[in-house]
């Protein structure tokens, strides 16, 4: 069983920046393969960004590609979202979560967090 809680949301201007931490319980964080979802009133839980379980491959959504990075510490037992040049079309909750394979299709995550709001104003 793993435990997911996410952290680092909040409301910033067009143009900035914000980091999402999800931290984790459980001793088998490491060999889980991390992702972060978003999700807005009205539309289907999107991929945005994953990580392998040792941090080597990383997976991006096209709409967040070179702006956004997805880090992870195993020592620390948490995975990290640097949001940069934010849009106001990247207003969202944000939801991470772990599978027990590599995948970045929403229905094949075992663990999921409770989300934290982000918000981008123009």
């Known amino acids: 069983q793993v435990q997911l809680v996410e952290s680092g949301g909040g409301l910033v201007q067009a143009g900035g920046s914000l980091r999402l931490s999800c931290a984790a319980s459980g001793r088998t964080f490491s060999s889980y393969f991390m992702g972060w979802f978003r999700q807005t009133p009205g539309k289907e839980r999107e991929f945005v960004a994953a990580i392998s379980w040792n941090g080597a491959r990383t997976y991006y959504a096209d709409s967040v590609k070179g702006r956004f990075t997805i880090s992870r510490d195993n020592a620390k037992n948490t995975v990290y979202l640097q949001m940069s040049s934010l849009k106001p079309e990247d207003t969202a909750v944000y939801y991470c979560?772990?599978?027990?394979?590599?995948?970045?299709?929403?229905?094949?995550?075992?663990?999921w967090g409770q989300g934290t709001q982000v918000t981008v104003s123009s």
């Open positions: 979560a772990g599978a027990r394979e590599p995948t970045v299709v929403v229905n094949s995550y075992n663990y």
